[in-house]
């Protein structure tokens, strides 16, 4: 289900609508209003400044940002950043979901990078599971934080610039929940 109207606000965000992956900036003020999309530039990871679109710029449960493939024209969507409470993902998956959720929603374990660094807590591979290519060709990339209360031993165990599958003790022991989430298209 997606937004056709500014006064409509419905939860799943998909890879179709107005987030399809031939969607545009005026395509979203379309779907969602002059008053609820803005242009900006939005710092991305290692510092990286990048033209994008913030549809609910000014609502923190609805907010998300889309960086596009042509940043000129702002067409062709890269990553649509969800920074709200308020979306979800494929199968009800949300900013909290614990990892067991992302395993069941995607039919099998997935691999994913180690804790406290940049890409820390992001997808690797799906392995094959439904979460990898959803209907509408987009990726779900969830990146996942610890649990404060988790066992410093057990955050040790599933840190660093390493790979970790989504099943192991390690991992389970540190109790990870989806910290934040997109949706993203390959740009081949």
């Not at 920074?83 to 993902?89: D, K, L, M």
């Not at 997935?110 to 509408?136: H, Q, V």
């Not at 969830?142 to 390493?162: I, Q």
Request: aromatic residues 10%; charged residues 25%; contains cysteine.
């Amino acid at each position: 289900m997606f937004l056709t109207t500014a006064s409509a606000f419905a939860d799943e965000i998909t890879c179709r609508g107005p987030f399809a992956k031939d969607t545009d900036h005026k395509r979203l003020v379309a779907s969602f209003g002059r008053e609820n999309v803005i242009r900006t530039t939005v710092r991305e990871p290692e510092g990286l400044a990048v033209r994008a679109s913030i549809v609910f710029p000014k609502d923190p449960v609805r907010r998300l940002v889309v960086l596009w493939s042509d940043e000129k024209t702002l067409r062709r969507p890269v990553r649509i950043r969800l920074e709200g409470s308020g979306w979800s993902g494929p199968e009800g998956l949300r900013i909290g979901s614990p990892i067991e959720a992302v395993e069941k929603a995607n039919g099998k374990p997935f691999t994913l990078y180690g804790f406290e660094w940049d890409y820390g807590g992001s997808i690797e591979n799906w392995n094959g599971g439904a979460l990898g290519t959803l209907p509408g060709g987009c990726t779900f990339s969830p990146v996942f934080e610890t649990d404060d209360e988790a066992p410093s031993e057990a955050l040790d165990a599933v840190s660093g610039d390493s790979r970790f599958a989504s099943d192991t003790p390690a991992m389970r022991a540190a109790k990870p929940r989806i910290g934040s989430l997109a949706l993203g298209y390959s740009q081949r």
